[in-house]
């Protein structure tokens, strides 16, 4: 796992959270996450929506792709965070 993808759409905030345990590759591979979310924004597209596309249009064969099973709630983005960076 490389990191993390997130979506607000009350705080109109959506994210990558990238693993430091990953290191460099990691952070890379995650580029193409964050600019989709970016440009998604850019279109008015709302997060939570950026985030259901990203999961459908992911292609398990990529590298870099959303788990299947792996959309799940958390209380906030600070617990997204720490699940990426857990020291």
Same mark, same amino acid.
């Given at each position: 796992?490389? =990191?993390?993808?997130?979506? $607000?759409? &009350?705080?109109? @905030?959506? !994210?990558? &959270?990238?693993?430091?345990? =990953? =290191?460099?590759?990691?952070? $890379?591979? !995650?580029?193409?996450?964050?600019?989709?979310?970016?440009?998604?924004? @850019? %279109? !008015?597209? @709302?997060?939570?929506? *950026?985030? *259901?596309?990203?999961?459908?249009?992911?292609?398990?064969? %990529?590298?870099?792709?959303?788990?299947? =099973?792996?959309?799940? &709630? @958390? +209380? $906030?983005?600070?617990?997204?965070?720490?699940? *990426?960076? +857990?020291?």
């Amino acid at each position: 796992m490389i =990191g993390y993808v997130w979506a $607000n759409d &009350e705080d109109d @905030a959506a !994210g990558w &959270e990238v693993r430091t345990a =990953g =290191g460099d590759e990691a952070f $890379n591979k !995650g580029a193409r996450w964050a600019r989709k979310l970016h440009d998604a924004k @850019a %279109r !008015g597209i @709302a997060p939570t929506a *950026a985030l *259901a596309a990203m999961t459908q249009e992911s292609d398990p064969t %990529r590298s870099s792709h959303v788990v299947p =099973g792996s959309l799940t &709630e @958390a +209380p $906030n983005a600070d617990v997204i965070r720490r699940l *990426a960076d +857990p020291t």
